[in-house]
């Protein structure tokens, strides 16, 4: 059982946008702006998408953004594209001076 | 371009000790601002943050590994350690090391170290 929750998987088609959740507490999520997303393609190590709640990586599209409301946090993705299908996780770092990650979401590129 | 490379070994026996071994290769870990972590994964299961270690030494953990977790740092070889005593199955997985920054992300990542355990 994760810290933090996300949905297990979520789909679209090419072009449309899609939304990933990340649901934690006052303690991680919602007490802190350092949450991060990361993407992970099968057999390869995580990428950084979003750090900071909302802010970009040099070099990572401007299709993908983040944002907070209370305690759950969200990662969006527009104009879906096919090299998108990947797993995402959230991670937030916690009041125990410690890091969590979701249990990821797989999306899917119908 | 900062990278980093897990090495050490792949298949461990029950009730030992795990060892594992990340160089930093590009730049230097005594770097500011940046802090060294090791990061876990279970076949066909999500990432599993097992602790970070600052510049300074100070050292956090999973409080779920804490009891058998140790990070350290070798600054002469530009390279940190992680050690898992007393490891079961449930600690086969691939390994990661990356590097945490000030704002708690892990910006760069190594390629990843299968451990298997078993007899």
């Known amino acids: 059982q994760s810290a933090l929750t996300q949905p297990a998987s979520v789909s679209g088609s090419p072009g449309q946008s899609i939304t990933i959740s990340c649901t934690g507490t006052s303690s991680d999520v919602g007490g802190y702006n350092y949450v991060s997303w990361y993407q992970q393609h099968p057999g390869k190590a995580p990428k950084l998408m979003i750090y900071e709640v909302s802010n970009r990586p040099s070099g990572v599209s401007n299709r993908f953004s983040g944002s907070k409301s209370g305690n759950t946090a969200s990662l969006t993705i527009s104009g879906l594209q096919a090299e998108d299908e990947a797993d995402y996780y959230c991670?937030?770092?916690?009041?125990?001076?410690?890091?969590?990650f979701g249990g990821g979401t797989k999306l899917t590129v119908l | 371009q900062l990278q980093l490379q897990e090495s050490g070994s792949g298949l461990v026996k029950p009730s030992q000790t795990l060892s594992l071994t990340c160089a930093v290769s590009g730049g230097s870990i005594s770097s500011g601002g940046y802090s060294w972590s090791w990061i876990r994964q279970p076949p066909g299961k999500g990432l599993e943050w097992i602790g970070y270690?600052?510049?300074?030494?100070?050292?956090y953990y999973n409080p779920s590994l804490k009891s058998r977790v140790t990070i350290s740092v070798d600054r002469s070889k530009n390279q940190f350690s992680l050690k898992l005593s007393s490891v079961t199955a449930a600690d086969t997985a691939v390994y990661y090391c990356?590097?945490?920054?000030?704002?708690?992300?892990?910006?760069?990542w190594g390629q990843g170290t299968m451990v298997t355990v078993s007899s």
């Open positions: 991670s937030s770092y916690t009041s125990s001076s410690t890091l969590e």
């Open positions: 270690i600052y510049h300074s030494g100070s050292t």
């Open positions: 990356a590097r945490r920054t000030f704002e708690v992300a892990f910006d760069i």
